[in-house]
């Protein structure tokens, strides 16, 4: 069997989903207009044309449309609605599956009337529409054909590899008694009110992301507690320069350390440096960081926006703020960093919730029935070729 998927290629949403497919023995082919390499896939890349941002994907419709059919896929999946998602419409490929991931739905069909037709157009062709979470399921009910379901099939967590220090086995120093270094290479003194504190992210560094609110905030809690804590910021992007001075004008230069891009599998090695998560977004379609970081053991400061509270259980997983609002999300860590207690137990409480809800090979599960329902409806008299788990 063969699945055609209409995506960004180096995204780790893309891979992930095309790789447990992969191999799982179907055969996978990725069209995408940003150049990767996906293990167990062929991955075809749409060039030319980079200069006109989003038009690139109208006045490429045509080749893309082309190259669909040349592959002859049993089934199209897009991933991401406004873009891809309309290609695969345009197409009139079937059945097409269209998975929405968040701004796509909350932001871009509000741009213009033409996204808002575009998006309509789009889920009208689909055969099937997923999204993340509840939130983004709902915001997609808005613009589908009420005679379709809009699915939730999670962006999951692998449990096997996101996972808290004692579940690994591995004979650690209790994250309370660290001796975190600073960006300048010295390492953070404890001051008499108690053991270093690491609080940290991951994300691209961008202005929905919410970093420079955190910076804020973290610049509040160091003058309370002093050298006691440090920030760690994994992730790249266009605002890093910005909030690097944004921290040297705040006096917390030193005590900030931006690692940069993290690959994936690297993550969790990351998350495991850290006492408390932080996710200050002002915009989330659905929260993937905050899954990983809770699967980690880690309690969770995010803001209550979009998703996030479909990941994030206010004083059950982690504490949940308004959005752009540094004061708030300063009292919200300094609780966490008086309370030792209080993060084990979140952390705890995250670990669980994420167990229950995002495991990943649940998530991949009900993907795979998607595809077999569409696939067995489009021909009654075979059963789909879908050897999962193989």
Known sequence: MKVVYLADAPYPHTWRWVQHFARSGVECEVISFRPAQIEGARVHYVGGAEPLGKARYLIHARRVRQLIESLQPDLLHALHLTSYGFLGALSGVRPLVISVWGTDVLEAPRLTPFHGWLTRFALRRA??????????????????????????????????????????????EPRASRRPSTSSGRTATASAEGAPVVIGTAARLSPEKGIAYLIEAFAA??????????????????ERQKLEALARRL???????????????????????????????????????????????????????HGIPDVVRDSVTGLLVPAKDATALATAIGRLVEDEGLRRRLGAAGREY???????????????????RLLEGRDGSRRADLRMGA
């Open 127 to 172: 055969d099937a529409i997923t999204a993340t979470g509840l939130h983004l399921a709902t915001e997609t009910t808005r613009y589908a054909p009420r005679s379709k379901r809009v699915t939730v099939v999670p962006y999951g967590v692998d449990l096997e590899r996101f996972v808290p220090e004692s579940v690994r086995g591995e004979p650690v």
């Open 251 to 305: 006096g917390v230069g030193d005590a900030v350390d931006f690692r940069g891009w993290l690959e994936h599998e690297e993550l969790p090695a990351f998350l495991r440096e850290l006492d408390v998560f932080v996710l200050p977004s002002t915009a989330e379609g659905f929260g993937v960081a905050a899954v990983e970081a809770s699967a980690t053991g880690l309690p969770v400061v995010a803001t209550s926006v």
């Open 354 to 372: 994420v167990a229950q809800r995002y495991d990943w090979r649940r998530n991949a599960a009900q993907m795979e029935l998607i595809y077999r």
């Open 221 to 238: 809690l160091r003058r309370r507690f002093g050298e006691r804590l440090t920030l760690r910021l994994a992730g790249e992007g266009p």
